[in-house]
């Protein structure tokens, strides 16, 4: 078994713990006793690490992805071979990856996916430029850091299990998992171009909107005629706070022929985002239109949330504004509230005491008392409100009068 190479040492790395495992081989969390820094190693399946056709080329492939230095692609750093152990040395990423968040999850909110979709992009887009193709773009090959990074890893890997005979990808359940993302032409096994990374993270987006993949199937021949035959369902009907406008972009991506998606990655994220800050833009006006009337109907609680979901959606000091209004009003009300509980508590009191008849005795200096009290309080706030209302009247009153000097460009609002 994989999990009892735990605790041992493998070339100069201590393996620590089981992170998980893939279709390759097992990942542990591992320790670069040189540099004292944490490292994850992907040990080969024995069945991969004994053919030395597969090992060649993924030493290769490991090889040219650890050229790549890009923030949002894990640095490889190492690969070596140990009693027939062969293994990949990268960056320790300590998150979770995108798989079981989208599991945990369902849809991602509209905010989440357009700050995640940027930076995936650009890695696809800087690895495309420096010559080499992911080929297996899926959510458990992105983790995301507990920074809020998105980190691509497994770059270019997939490429060895393709090239050697023997080993079908359909043969671990995990693999299986990886037609879900595949293009059609990948399938088909046909040349790949750069386009086969952009439709499958166009799946993995198609997903995080949704809450669902565009095609699944029983069998792997069923998602596989799915991406080469059939159309991609309309997200809308997953997630109603979509677009066709969504889908159209969508759908441009997920094009059949490699030939009609997008020209960069880059260039169907940012029609994506702009796309996102249309619907977010709608549902910001509704969420402060609903905020507006529930703060005027006195439900602060409700109006104060509304406000802090728009908030969290977008910076913008007029919902700032309205959401320190909303808790001012109902510290106002809470008052005022309170004031009225007191004048009918008291009311009622005196009503009982008449009616019993004696209200001439010592409660009644109690209670004489507490209405002067009371009185006292209407008193300040009755005077602190007519100090509002002169201040106001009297700022209203400078606005309207024309200056000594006559200029009537002073008198405009600033
Ligand atoms: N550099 C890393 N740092 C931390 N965890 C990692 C790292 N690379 C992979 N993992 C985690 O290890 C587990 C196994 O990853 P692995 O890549 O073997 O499986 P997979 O992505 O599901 O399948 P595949 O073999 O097709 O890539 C996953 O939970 C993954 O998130
Ligand atoms: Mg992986």
């Not at 166009?202 to 991406?227: C, D, K």
Request: aromatic share 8%; net charge neutral; with cysteine.
């Amino acid at each position: 078994m994989a999990d009892e190479i735990a605790n041992i040492t493998l070339g100069k790395y201590q393996l620590l713990d089981k992170v998980g495992d893939g279709g390759f081989g097992t990942v542990y969390r591992g320790r670069d006793p040189g540099l004292e820094h944490e490292v994850a190693v992907k040990v080969l399946h024995p069945e991969l690490a004994r053919n030395p056709n597969f090992v060649e080329r993924f030493r290769r492939e490991a090889r040219l992805a650890a050229r790549l230095r890009h923030p949002n692609i894990v640095l490889v750093s190492d690969v070596g071979e140990k009693d027939g152990r062969f293994y990949l040395v990268m960056d320790y990423l300590d998150g979770q990856n995108m798989a079981s968040m989208l599991k945990e999850k369902g849809p991602i909110p509209l905010l989440q996916v357009k700050a995640l979709l940027g930076p995936i992009a650009e890695a696809l887009d800087y690895a495309h430029s420096q010559g080499l193709i992911h080929r297996d773009v899926k959510p458990a090959n992105i983790i995301l850091c507990k920074n809020g990074s998105p980190i691509l890893t497994d770059f270019g890997l997939v490429k060895s299990l393709n090239e050697i005979s023997g080993y079908s990808l359909t043969s671990t359940d995990v693999a299986m998992g990886t037609y879900e993302y595949m293009a059609p032409e990948q399938i088909q096994g046909k040349e790949l171009t750069p386009a086969a990374d952009q439709y499958s993270f166009a799946v993995m987006v198609y997903q995080m909107l949704s809450g669902q993949i565009p095609f699944s199937g029983v069998t792997p021949f069923e998602i596989q005629q799915g991406h080469v035959n059939r159309p991609i369902p309309n997200p809308l009907q997953y997630n109603p706070i979509l677009t066709l406008g969504i889908f159209a972009i969508l759908q441009k991506a997920l094009a059949k022929d490699p030939t009609q998606r997008y020209i960069a990655v880059s260039d169907f994220t940012k029609s994506l985002e702009a796309e996102i800050a249309k619907i977010l833009s709608v549902e910001i006006r509704s969420l402060k239109q609903e905020g507006v009337s529930l703060m005027n109907r006195r439900q602060f609680d409700q109006a104060g949330a509304k406000f802090k979901t728009a908030q969290s959606m977008i910076a913008n000091a007029e919902i700032d504004n309205l959401l320190s209004e909303c808790l001012r009003r109902d510290v106002i009300w809470q008052h005022l509230l309170e004031m009225e509980k007191l004048v009918k508590e008291t009311s009622a009191e005196i009503a009982q005491m008449r009616s019993k008849e004696s209200w001439i005795n010592k409660k009644e200096k109690v209670f004489v008392f507490l209405i002067r009290n009371i009185k006292e309080k209407f008193g300040i706030l009755i005077t602190s409100m007519k100090i509002m209302g002169d201040s106001l009247r009297e700022s209203s009153h400078r606005e309207k009068a024309p200056k000594k000097d006559g200029s009537k460009k002073n008198n405009e609002p600033i």
